[in-house]
Nanobody, 123 residues
Framework: QVQLVESGGGLVQAESSLRLSCAAS????????MAWFRQAPGKEREFVAA????????YYADSVKGRFIISRDNAKPTVYLQMNSLKPEDTAVYYC????????????????WGQGTQVTVSS
């Protein structure tokens, strides 16, 4: 049973930084794609960033490119999302997701989800 556990959310001021972590367990993750999505109140869940555990290839939504960095530690395995220069519009519940296939930015194509962690950015 694959489990994803997020941590690291919180309340910060604009232009601050936060790092989210997602610890995976219960499976063999060699060829997995790990991703971060977020969902703000009243909005659809949207793709933020993703990384293939078998390579260094990363993917980002245009809205976070240049501010967020996704990385992974395959030994654990854990995926991180370093969020810099945070803006009030980054406020959302952030979810970690995984799928045992190539990259996709569609949340419906991910098989496993964490419980979510709240990120609130005040202006």
């Amino acid at each position: 049973q694959v489990q994803l556990v997020e941590s690291g959310g919180g309340l910060v001021q604009a232009e601050s930084s936060l790092r989210l972590s997602c610890a995976a367990s219960g499976g063999t993750f060699t060829f997995y794609t790990m991703a971060w999505f977020r969902q703000a109140p009243g909005k659809e869940r949207e793709f933020v960033a993703a990384v293939k555990l078998s390579s260094t290839t990363t993917y980002y939504a245009d809205s976070v490119k240049g501010r967020f960095i996704i990385s992974r530690d395959n030994a654990k395995p854990t995926v991180y999302l370093q969020m810099n220069s945070l803006k009030p519009e980054d406020t959302a519940v952030y979810y970690c997701a995984a799928r045992n296939r190539y990259f996709s930015s569609k949340y419906s194509e991910y098989d496993y989800w964490g419980q979510g962690t709240q990120v609130t950015v005040s202006s």
